[in-house]
């Protein structure tokens, strides 16, 4: 489901990185992208070295079903953040378009029940988000993700334990966040791909600043 923001149930810790190919789900959950970013372009994988095609890393492709679930932005599991309890990452992050500006929108979107009410409510407040939302839009999102894996040890494993993979969120029906059925670019995998690194190494970077 293409986000403004993203459910898969539980997860299984993999011991070691496999590639696999998960089910593309028929009710998918999206976003929407940085109005700033063209949703057409075609997704290319990050170069990992110039030796060829040797040198390529496998790709891990997951989706709301399977065992890499908890991976989406929009999975059960709740994120804190400044003493408030946001019940998905996707809470968090549409919430983090209004936070500092408009406190009281950012609260409305916080207690939503469904994360379909989520993605709405962003879209019905539009007029209001944060004015250079745009540019830092996917590293709100880094943000978010790293928090949510740094509070679920069990999804911490999950994600540490696909490296060296690359992921890709397999949604035909999202070109930004997902694959876009090949053509898409995959954001939502990519930033997956940093937090892991982040986590590796321990660094915090950047939280949310005004």
């Known amino acids: 489901m ?10 299984m810790p993999m011991s070691s990185p496999a590639v696999r190919e998960g089910v593309v789900a028929q009710t998918p959950m999206a976003i929407s992208p940085p109005d700033s970013v063209l949703v057409d372009a075609k997704m290319t994988m990050p170069s990992l070295g110039a030796g060829g095609a040797e040198d390529m890393a496998p790709v891990l492709k997951f ?12 999975s059960p599991h709740s994120v804190v953040y400044e003493e408030e309890l946001y019940p998905t990452a996707l809470h968090l992050f549409e919430a983090r378009k209004f ?9 409305r979107i916080r207690q939503c029940e469904r994360v379909e009410e989520v993605t709405a409510l962003s879209e019905e407040l539009g007029e209001f988000v944060q004015r250079d939302w745009s540019n830092v839009a996917l590293r709100t999102m880094d943000d978010v993700l790293y928090l949510k894996f740094l509070q679920h040890s069990d999804l911490r494993t999950l994600l540490l334990d696909t490296y060296p993979t690359d992921l890709v969120y397999v949604e035909p029906g999202d070109p930004f966040w997902g694959d876009g ?3 898409g670019m995959n954001e939502l995998g990519r930033s997956l791909v940093r937090v892991r690194e982040r986590l590796h190494v321990g660094g915090m970077g950047s939280m949310f600043p005004p």
């Not at 293409?2 to 997860?11: L, R």
């Not at 989706?63 to 929009?74: M, Q, R, T, V």
Request: net charge negative; proline share 6%; glycine share 26%.
């Open 63 to 74: 989706n709301s079903f399977g065992d890499f679930a908890g991976l989406l932005y929009h």
């Open 181 to 183: 059925a090949g053509i």
């Open 2 to 11: 293409p986000m403004s923001g993203g459910g898969g149930g539980g997860t």
């Open 99 to 107: 936070l500092y500006h408009r406190p009281d929108l950012a609260d």
